[in-house]
């Protein structure tokens, strides 16, 4: 995993703060962008990798092997950890899922609480 030092600054651009997190892995890069172009918290979710020290190639794997390539699970997912890990997906379960292709992390009950939770 790599170090969890938070790499975003207050007086980053956009494509500074993508490029801090992802460190030159394209995957990353990819998801990151994606992440932005959100209609709905696009930077909040990098924010949140950021505190949670979930950099490089962990956010590829963050979004392949747990959130089976799906952006939106993978917003539920970070949104989940920020919520105070509803459906029990608190940081250490989602880092312990990153590791370990998605073990210990059922991303549909992730995403069904956290709809929940902004639908009332």
Same mark, same amino acid.
């Given at each position: 995993?790599?170090?969890?030092?938070?790499?975003?600054?207050?007086?980053?651009?956009?494509?500074?703060?993508?490029? @801090?997190?992802?460190?030159?892995?394209?995957? +990353?890069?990819?998801? /990151?962008?994606? !992440?932005?172009?959100? &209609? =709905?918290?696009?930077?909040?979710?990098?924010?949140?990798?950021?505190?949670?020290?979930?950099?490089?190639?962990?956010?590829?794997?963050?979004?392949?092997?747990?959130? @089976?390539?799906?952006?939106?699970?993978?917003? +539920?997912?970070?949104? /989940?950890?920020? !919520?105070?890990?509803? &459906? =029990?997906?608190?940081?250490?379960?989602?880092?312990?899922?990153?590791?370990?292709?998605?073990?210990?992390?059922?991303?549909?009950?992730?995403?069904?609480?956290?709809? @929940?939770?902004?639908?009332?």
């Amino acid at each position: 995993m790599a170090d969890t030092t938070e790499r975003i600054k207050i007086d980053m651009t956009p494509q500074d703060m993508i490029f @801090a997190l992802a460190k030159g892995v394209p995957g +990353a890069i990819t998801v /990151a962008v994606g !992440l932005v172009a959100r &209609a =709905d918290n696009g930077f909040m979710d990098l924010l949140m990798l950021d505190t949670l020290g979930i950099y490089e190639s962990d956010i590829w794997m963050l979004y392949k092997d747990v959130c @089976a390539q799906n952006l939106d699970d993978m917003h +539920a997912c970070i949104q /989940a950890t920020r !919520l105070g890990g509803l &459906a =029990d997906c608190t940081p250490a379960k989602l880092k312990f899922a990153i590791q370990n292709r998605g073990k210990g992390i059922n991303v549909s009950a992730v995403r069904t609480a956290v709809d @929940a939770h902004y639908s009332t």
